[in-house]
């Protein structure tokens, strides 16, 4: 990343994490959770949320002790500050809703372990002031939501023919149940990245046709 | 649900619920270290390490935590020990292996943030092991991720000879290969019992 980031807030501070940086399809973090709870619209769409919530808590937090944490000891504590939140995000959805907790799993508690929060920590937050941290936190948690509800209403249109729970097709459609089993996770990840790489070579196509043609030109 | 035997339990985390490839766990060294075989083995038997170390800590500190009624420090707990063990390894790999050390690079304390050892010690909780059981899961799951990170490494290895369409080079194959290879445990399903 660019070390000479302006300390100013800009738009780009928030963006970053939803376009450029996508936190599931530029930079392929925090995987697990990924793939796994994205069976559902509604599992992938709560995940995102719980794990933006830890995100820009963490990210506050850092921040504000950035001065203070030892530079030796600072993975530590971010891990710990982390933790923290997690043990209350776990707590707070098995208060709300106890299906969403059981359908969910360990996954809550794996958030600790997320790559892109502590990688967010390390990166970003322990070198900004608190309000450009949240920011760019807060983006990231928008892009990584995102990404899985990208990742988990495809599952749960093709794997049973549904989205949020309401049936889209008629009584005759035949779900590929390969979607809502752990291959269908890969097989779709693949194919948005399939989708953008694409998109971006014939980009790159275009610019260097456009390009070779002004050369002619002149 | 009936006492699982130990040997259900190994097989049923090496291969029908193998930790990688039916659980999701450990996804990020499963995509960056498997590259090669030299490094992939290795690495499977560092992070098996570690997860028996994690599991029985865990063990004990989740007999310590009920005992004082504790339970909401678990999770912090256990990702401080996780860390310390991860430490431990990263020590003794330095001093008896550097190059080995060198090779796996960032990955080797990025063993803390791999969800499979927090994950073996978050399971065995849940489902409420006992020490035994404990130790057979951990092994189970150690040996799976091994043999699901030799496992991509030696196909990633002949792919780099192969003709790929230059759209779908790097992780969107690597992804594309995984799926097949879980396509393929699930024919596992039903062996643990």
Redesign the interface.
Known sequence: MNPQQPERLSMDTFLEGIWRQNPVFVM??G???T??VTVSAVNALSMGVATAFVLVASALLVSLLRHAVPKEVR??TY??II??F??VV??AIQAISLALYDAL??FI??I????II?GRAEAHSSKHPPLVAVTNALGMGAGFTIGLFALGSVREIFGTGTLFGFPLFGPDFQPWV?MV???????V??AW??LF??FR?RKERLAALAAGGQQHGA | MAPETLGQIFVNALLANNFVLAMFLGLCPFLGVSGRLSTAFPMGVATSFVMLVASLCAYGLNLLLTQFHLEFLRLISYIVVIASAVQLVEMVLKKFSPGLFRALGIYLPLITTNCAVLGVALFQTAREYSFLQSLAFSFGGGAGFTLALVLMASVRERLELSDVPGVAQGTALSLMLAGLLSLAFMGFAGLGG
């Open positions: 392929m973090l995987m697990c959770p793939l796994a993975i530590a891990i710990v933790a923290t997690v043990t776990d707590y799993g360990a508690q794996l600790v372990v997320n790559c502590l390969v089993l752990p291959p269908g996770g890969f097989f990840l693949a990245l399939l790489a694409w070579r």
